[in-house]
């Protein structure tokens, strides 16, 4: 995947494609930016405030409360030394503490992970060379718990073998040779760009992912003369005793299979004429609430949902798979995450679980990032945004249709701290000017809050809003609307909100029904970023957020009435230093 521009997409709604020839970091910039513009501890304790938004006076009443310790940690967790929850006074103010990131230079696009020798392996494009060369290659890291990280160096070097840079992909391990490469090589397949044209290529792996070599026949598929032909995904399909490749083609993705990926042929296309130009496909197969007898095929995408109340994103169908084409069970697409800033995701499962465990879970990560503003991030030390935390994926019936259900990966439990915790809180509503009501401070700079939240059936607030984030004047803020029966992120108030353009400035919001009387919120807040995940993982909101340098504020509106918080929990996130590969700060 590279960088947008908008094509035939509807005003105030961007969408990324390549040029041609496509323009990479730093020259796109430019040219993109001109299209696209635009509290102490105590048992009991009262606070009262005034909210200058609302006019209203807030009292926070809060019953009597506690602290909890968090979850045993992982023996990768354990390992080192003491946790720490303060990042270095080294790092730059925006450096997360608990998402991966380069040390320097541009990241973007995730490359599905596999398991292989005890660690995931895991890539993502890198331009080394930014900002004043272009051209992407294929970083590596490596994880055993997919929270922590270490930098394996770069594994496929760009402009290397005449056909250009390397692009999005896939890498799969080949156990039965297949390709002739030798059982347990691992082989990745993904686009090369040269001089505008897309093409398909090969490298291989014999040393268990660290390094590739490109196969001496490339492209093993060129270009048909298509402007958009690219990021290959690559499954191996039982039924059909072949290797699958989704590709993303401008309007349509196409499906081809392959006895030893390397010979493909065509088999047929999924076609849409209302999310833009689509990239990053994906196909899988997921159990029905676990139910390994009833299973259904997902087909996903990168997509420009303007036509659907949506930035760029993951749009997803659920239908069947018959070896050789894809029927939807319905025409509108679903969202893995309706946030400002969750592209290019990959989802993968874990081969060491039963067939049926398999089928019933997943793994997904994604590019926080949103080609409307991808260069003008307030970071100094690397650019590109950063990747979601992994997620575990299921395939749920939620209202009578199967949904995609994303909850933080279990592992990240393990960073969690000593909590501080609530029960039985009262936002009230009254009448009299004031700042919003501050909650217990967050003591790291990286924390996660979960929520319940209702409005009063006596005085039922219209909204409840938490500012994130807070200091100096500036703040995001995460709420429900209990009316309209959404929840919401709102970054028109950050730092960098300004400087951006409009679509920044865009409230996103997800589905939040009340479930057995309460929404529920479960909040991962790092230095420059919120992931929310609505009843149990139902919906999800993922934007890149951007504080005052240092401000961590955290307080509580409600409008219109009172909200009762029925419960709260603020977990302090202990730093996942990434592990690097050279000395780079951070």
Excluded at 543 to 553: D, E, R, T, W
């Amino acid at each position: 995947m590279n960088p947008a521009h908008p094509r035939d997409a509807p005003p105030g709604a961007p969408e990324r494609a390549r040029e041609r020839p496509r323009p990479r970091p730093a020259a796109w910039l430019a040219a993109a930016r001109s299209r696209l513009r635009r509290w102490p501890r105590s048992l009991t304790w009262v606070i009262v405030a005034v909210v200058a938004a609302t006019g209203v006076v807030l009292a926070l009443v809060l019953a009597p409360g506690g602290r909890s310790g968090g979850p045993a940690p992982t023996p990768e967790a354990s390992a080192g030394p003491a946790p720490e929850y303060q990042r270095p006074a080294d790092w730059s103010p925006y450096r997360p503490a608990v998402h991966l990131t380069p040390g320097e230079r541009w990241m973007n696009d995730p490359q599905r992970p596999f398991w292989l020798d005890g660690r995931w392996h895991y890539y993502y494009l890198y331009n080394g060379d930014y900002p004043e060369g272009n051209g992407t290659e294929w970083y590596h890291a490596t994880s055993t718990d997919l929270v922590h990280w270490r930098e394996e160096g770069v594994a496929i070097e760009k402009y290397d073998n005449g056909l250009g840079d390397i692009e999005t992909g896939s890498a799969v391990i080949d156990t039965e040779n297949t390709a002739g490469f030798g059982a347990g090589a691992v082989i990745a397949i993904m686009t090369q760009q040269l001089e505008g044209v897309q093409r398909q290529s090969l490298f291989v792996s014999t040393d268990g992912g660290y390094r590739f070599e490109p196969y001496k026949r490339n492209p093993v598929m060129d270009n048909p003369g298509e402007a958009h032909w690219r990021d290959p995904k690559i499954i191996w399909d039982d039924a059909s005793g072949a290797w699958l490749m989704v590709l993303a083609e401008g309007n349509k993705l196409g499906f081809y299979t392959s006895p030893d990926l390397k010979d493909w042929t065509y088999r047929s296309a999924f076609a849409r004429d209302d999310v833009g130009i689509l990239e990053c496909p994906d196909l899988f197969q997921m159990s029905v609430d676990g139910d390994p007898s009833n299973t259904k095929w997902v087909l996903a995408a990168g997509v420009n949902g303007g036509e659907h109340g949506m930035t760029t994103g993951t749009a997803y169908w659920t239908g069947e798979w018959d070896g050789t084409s894809f029927v939807a069970d319905d025409e509108e697409p679903a969202w893995l995450d309706r946030g400002a800033d969750f592209y290019a995701t990959v989802t993968w499962d874990d081969p060491r679980l039963p067939e049926a465990e398999r089928l019933g879970s997943r793994y997904a990560i994604g590019w926080l990032n949103n080609w409307a503003y991808a260069g003008d991030l307030p970071t100094d030390d690397w650019h590109g945004g950063a990747d979601s935390i992994v997620r575990e994926l299921g395939l749920r019936n939620v209202d009578g249709r199967p949904t995609l259900v994303s909850t933080p990966a279990g592992a990240l439990d393990s960073l969690e701290g000593e909590a501080e915790t609530r029960t039985d809180l009262r936002v009230t509503d009254a009448a009299t000017d004031a700042a919003a009501t501050r909650l217990p401070p967050p003591s790291s700079d990286a924390y996660r809050l979960r929520l319940e939240v209702a409005p009063d059936p006596r005085d039922p607030a219209s909204e409840v809003r938490f500012r994130i984030k807070e200091g100096d004047g500036s703040f995001a803020t995460v709420g429900v609307d209990f009316r309209a029966g959404v929840a919401f992120v709102s970054r028109e108030a950050d730092a960098a909100a300004a400087d951006m353009p409009d679509v920044y400035r865009e409230t996103r919001t997800a589905p939040a029904p009340s479930r057995d009387g309460v929404v529920t919120l479960d909040v991962v807040v790092d230095a420059s970023s919120v992931e929310v995940f609505v009843n149990d993982g139902e919906s999800a909101l993922s934007s890149l957020v951007f504080g005052a340098p240092g401000a961590n504020g955290l307080s509580v509106e409600s409008v219109g009435g009172i909200t009762n918080v029925s419960s709260f929990r603020l977990a302090p996130l202990a730093i996942a230093k990434v592990e690097r590969a050279t000395d780079v700060a951070g």
